[in-house]
């Protein structure tokens, strides 16, 4: 290897290039890895976006279950009501089982009376 005294004096316009093109050199490079950065940074933000994306169709999936649940409570709900109101119908019917009943034998007692009035001989 040389030394440095081997190189030729370069001129101050000759000096000037060089730094000109030093400096371009190093701009270039300098935007390149601010390319590459942001490519990186995008690349970070897309997967975040996607991950987002992803956890909001599963909230969106739950939502819907729990809109499904909420619908099947409904109906239960509605089922439990119509079964209260045959239940009171049943004991309606009963009731109107148990007067019928009674009227019934209300009836035969009548009829009985009768009977055993008709069966007397009036007193003289």
Same mark, same amino acid.
């Given at each position: ?55 909001? /169709? +599963?909230?969106?999936?739950? !939502?819907? @279950?729990?809109? =499904? #649940?909420? &619908?099947?409570? %409904?109906?239960? $709900?509605? *089922? ?6 045959? /239940? +009171?119908?049943?004991?309606? !019917?009963? @009731?109107?089982? =148990? #007067?019928? &009943?009674?009227? %019934?034998?209300? $009836?035969? *007692? ?15």
């Amino acid at each position: 290897m040389g030394s440095v005294q081997d190189l030729p004096d370069l001129g101050p316009e000759q000096e000037a290039e060089i730094k000109a093109e030093v400096e371009e050199e190093l701009q270039l490079k300098l935007e390149e890895l601010t390319v590459e950065a942001a490519s990186e940074e995008a690349a970070v933000t897309a997967e975040e976006t996607a991950e987002t994306a992803e956890t909001a /169709m +599963e909230t969106a999936e739950t !939502a819907e @279950t729990v809109m =499904e #649940a909420a &619908e099947t409570a %409904g109906t239960a $709900m509605e *089922a439990a009501e119509t079964a209260g109101t045959v /239940m +009171e119908a049943a004991a309606t !019917a009963e @009731t109107v089982m =148990e #007067a019928a &009943e009674m009227d %019934g034998t209300a $009836m035969e *007692a009548a009829a009985t009376a009768a009977e055993t009035a008709g069966d007397r001989e009036p007193e003289a």
